[in-house]
């Protein structure tokens, strides 16, 4: 299976809200609303947990077998971790966002050996994680 062009197009504008936060934060604070980086910090929790649902949504086909079952709880666990983050004060909440989006890159690593492939997903992955992250890390200097 292909990736359709679509997924990228979707998955790179997901990436507007993560990077629009810290930019109107950097570039003119003094303008940004009250409820600018509140909305930023759930909309980067709510792609975590995003993210580890499609996770479920790749394991699922195979989950009678342990590999499938195996990445249901990986889901799962990705999921509570997302939650746990986001329960954190914001410096440790953001901290350990970066660490649930990097652990849904070894999670999709895995998966892609384990549970079969779809090209291009993986490469778009990485990218999109690099993006998030970096994201992440520029509102932590801020």
Same mark, same amino acid.
């Given at each position: 299976?292909?990736?359709?062009? =679509?997924?990228?197009?979707? @998955?790179? $504008? *997901?990436?507007?809200?993560? #990077? +629009?936060?810290? !930019? ?35 394991? =699922?086909?195979?989950?009678? @077998?342990? $590999? *499938?079952?195996?990445?249901? #709880? +990986?889901?799962? !666990? ?65």
């Amino acid at each position: 299976m292909k990736l359709p062009r =679509l997924v990228s197009l979707l @998955g790179y $504008a *997901g990436l507007i809200p993560f #990077l +629009v936060g810290p !930019a109107w934060l950097s570039l003119s604070p003094a303008t940004a609303p009250h409820w600018l980086d509140h909305a930023w910090f759930v909309w980067v929790g709510m792609i975590a947990s995003f993210m580890a649902g499609t996770f479920w949504g790749f394991a =699922l086909p195979a989950s009678e @077998g342990p $590999a *499938g079952i195996l990445g249901l #709880l +990986v889901s799962m !666990a990705l999921m509570l971790a997302a939650w746990t983050a986001m329960s954190l004060p914001l410096v440790p909440a953001l901290v350990g966002l970066i660490v649930v989006f990097l652990l849904l890159l070894v999670a999709d690593f895995w998966r892609e050996r384990t549970l079969g492939a779809v090209d291009g997903y993986f490469a778009l992955r990485i990218a999109l994680t690099v993006g998030a992250c970096l994201a992440i890390g520029w509102r932590l200097a801020i």
